[in-house]
T-cell receptor
Framework: GAVVSQHPSWVICKSGTSVKIECRSL??????MFWYRQFPKQSLMLMATSNEGSKATYEQGVEKDKFLINHASLTLSTLTVTSAHPEDSSFYIC???????????FGPGTRLTVT | GQSLEQPSEVTAVEGAIVQINCTYQTSGFYGLSWYQQHDGGAPTFLSYNALDGLEETGRFSSFLSRSDSYGYLLLQELQMKDSASYFCAVRDDSGGYQKVTFGIGTKLQVIP
């Protein structure tokens, strides 16, 4: 089946620093990638949708200058949390779909802790 | 915008059948998906319904009624490993582009 990886699995950083999270589709071409954040015992909140080679579409309330998304190729998307604050601590999950597909394949998630 | 409603918690006995309902409000509806997520893990895809009716995949079945904006996930012969959160998710283009919005999730606890 389709596999999506994320790196790193977890990261601890200090306030004010930036963190980059990578999302890769390992065995298929991901025309669309989604970025979610999930707080404990809550649902997945869509942050942005990105298509290869174009700018990401951010959901209302998500700061595009703070959460930089780049979908440079059909197998790689990155999320950079800039000037991180403790309230950015969360579980960040990416997912990917192929052309015309409806099934989302999720990465294992990245747990970010900002101290 | 979109909204989805599903129960927050359900408890069922091992070997029994449980149904998790989901109602939604959206425009530009494409389909309804179901995902399973164990604590600390990532969601995994269970099913997708674009048309009315029942889709069966092993012990799991999913139903959709587009006219009622309603769907459900049916889990049969429950096993302890089925204890997890189950999310319904709507695929639509109400914002001018296709995206998927998740419900709050239903935490299923299977007891012996």
């Amino acid at each position: 089946g389709a596999v999506v990886s994320q790196h790193p699995s977890w990261v601890i950083c200090k306030s004010g620093t930036s963190v980059k999270i990578e999302c890769r589709s390992l065995d298929f071409q991901a025309t669309t990638m989604f970025w979610y954040r999930q707080f404990p015992k809550q649902s997945l909140m869509l942050m942005a949708t990105s298509n290869e080679g174009s700018k990401a579409t951010y959901e209302q309330g998500v700061e595009k200058d703070k959460f930089l998304i780049n979908h440079a190729s059909l197998t790689l998307s990155t999320l950079t949390v800039t000037s991180a604050h403790p309230e950015d601590s969360s579980f960040y999950i990416c997912s990917a779909t192929g052309t015309g597909a409806y099934e989302q394949y999720f990465g294992p998630g990245t747990r970010l802790t900002v101290t | 915008g979109q909204s989805l409603e599903q129960p927050s918690e359900v408890t069922a006995v091992e070997g029994a059948i449980v149904q998790i309902n989901c109602t939604y409000q959206t425009s530009g509806f494409y389909g309804l998906s179901w995902y399973q997520q164990h604590d600390g893990g990532a969601p995994t895809f269970l099913s997708y319904n674009a048309l009315d009716g029942l889709e069966e995949t092993g012990r799991f079945s999913s139903f959709l009624s587009r006219s009622d904006s309603y769907g459900y996930l049916l889990l049969q012969e429950l096993q302890m490993k089925d204890s997890a959160s189950y999310f319904c998710a709507v695929r639509d283009d109400s914002g001018g582009y296709q995206k998927v919005t998740f419900g709050i999730g239903t935490k299923l606890q299977v007891i012996p």
